[in-house]
């Protein structure tokens, strides 16, 4: 006699997506997602500061004024606008794993070609496709990471993997204070490409594709699966994946750009960028003047390097706080009380200038608490707010419209010192940026309750 198998619906079940990736414990295969989500993102950031610290010794090299490293130094960040704001939205086409290991090849490969550079034009044009490749990379990690982990420690995730980000910009400055007097500007470069080309094996091996991309391929179901049982092996073989509609409207949008734009979207757009924009005009100008107001003052050398690399620790640290707060409190209202917070110290950073060197290396720890960790933050928050097949877009084009406030604000502040106006009144805009920051997110949160 034929015996049917037991519980034969559990061999073509639907089992939902979410409930697989926000119902497992942390694992392995989590662990695996953040360490290389997290070196692409410490490489991003070696790569981006590198030529900053490299950039006097080129000028002093080829006779350069300094008035001539300003194309130097902008147009990596021209390229990172391009690559936020065209070739990231190319991931809900190809996918984000193509993307990251496209674009880390060339951003990998053409800082390799940067160390060849015999002349400006030629470093102009490379650090501008540079800039391309590592801009388009961080909305596509972003992207994956978030879509691996589980609601309640999405943005802890990404929270940590952009820490790593600013950790390349302090190995960076640390790493070229023995590099280029030892082996020269050049090294910089062949470091910062070759790390990466290496790191592309890894990628290439084990980085996953984002589920809810293959679930619209025709062999979709079978390598989603296959994905998923590393997540909870007794995923059944046969099981009919389903994605609760989300790959549906992704099909319906006639791009992720412009589904940014609609009705539902616009206002939230909108006032998602005005964080973005404030929060990083206030970040670049601190990062940009800091050392020149602080050193002006007749600070040590050394206070003048702790003050600015404190910005930058006093963020990393914060993360740590920042991010399980949004997930375990509220998304909005922790990032807008932080930037709030981060008005105040603003405020109080400009006061204790000529203070104390304790009191103005403490304030400038927590300066930076409120001010990088909400730069970290706000992606953090892009992630949450946007659905998955909108988020290498949202997120990219977010960074995209933000760098046009990391670019004005320490243009701004120059203006002003330059025409006599005191350190203490250009902090006092500075901080009146996070308050719009802040304020922004909050009427988000309102929107979104």
């Known amino acids: 006699m034929n015996v049917p198998p037991l519980h034969p619906q559990l061999q073509n079940e639907e089992v939902r997506l979410t409930d697989v990736i926000d119902n497992r414990p942390l694992g392995r295969f989590h662990y695996l997602i953040l360490f290389l989500s997290g070196a692409v993102m410490f490489l991003d950031g070696f790569d981006t500061q590198s030529i ?12 350069l004024p300094v008035a001539a490293l300003g194309p130097i130094l902008s147009a990596a960040i021209v390229g990172l606008m391009v690559g936020y704001l065209v070739l990231s939205p190319l991931a809900n086409r190809v996918g984000n794993r193509r993307v ?45 990471t978030s879509e691996f982990a589980p609601k309640r420690r999405r943005s802890s995730f990404v929270m940590f993997i952009y820490c790593w980000l600013a950790l390349g910009f302090v190995a960076a400055g640390i790493s070229s204070g ?3 007097p030892l082996l020269g500007w050049r090294m910089m470069f062949v470091i910062g490409g070759l790390v990466p080309l290496v790191l592309l094996g890894f990628l290439i091996r084990y980085l996953p594709e984002s589920p809810r991309f293959l679930l619209r391929e025709v062999d979709g179901q079978r390598r989603v699966r296959a994905i998923l049982q590393r997540l909870q092996p007794d995923l059944p073989a046969a099981a009919n994946i389903v994605n609760d509609g989300e790959n549906h409207a992704s099909k319906r949008a006639k791009t992720q750009v412009a589904e940014l734009f609609r009705r539902k979207w616009l206002i939230s757009t909108i006032l998602l960028w005005l964080a973005f924009v404030a929060n990083l005009a206030a970040f670049y100008s601190i990062q940009s003047w800091l050392p020149t107001i602080v050193g002006s003052l007749g600070r040590a050398p050394e206070i003048v390097i702790a003050a600015t690399v404190l910005t930058t620790i006093g963020g990393i640290v914060a993360a740590a706080a920042i991010g399980p707060a949004m997930d375990r409190i509220n998304p909005f209202g922790t ?43 706000v992606i953090a928050l892009a992630t949450v707010l946007y659905p998955p097949h909108m988020r290498s877009a949202g997120v990219g084009w977010a960074l995209g419209m933000g760098r046009l406030g990391g670019i004005a604000g320490p243009l701004l502040v120059g203006v002003a010192l330059g025409g006599g106006i005191a350190p203490q009144q250009v902090f006092l805009v500075m901080a009146g940026a996070l308050v719009i920051a802040g304020v922004s997110v909050l009427v988000l949160g309102r929107m979104h309750r």
């Open 52 to 63: 900053s610290f490299a950039a006097p010794v080129i000028a002093k090299e080829w006779g």
């Open 100 to 144: 990251v290991i496209v674009c880390t090849a060339m951003f990998g490969s053409l800082t390799l070609a940067s160390a060849l550079a015999m002349e400006p034009n030629h470093l102009i044009a490379f650090r501008f496709l540079t800039g391309a490749g590592l801009g388009a990379v961080i909305p596509s990690v972003v992207s994956l």
């Open 178 to 180: 023995f590099i280029i």
């Open 335 to 377: 990032l807008g009380a932080v930037y709030l917070l981060g008005a105040v110290f603003v405020v109080a950073l400009g006061a204790v200038l000529g203070a104390g060197a304790e009191m103005l290396l403490v304030t400038a720890f927590f300066t930076g608490a409120c001010v990088t960790g909400g730069q970290m933050s």
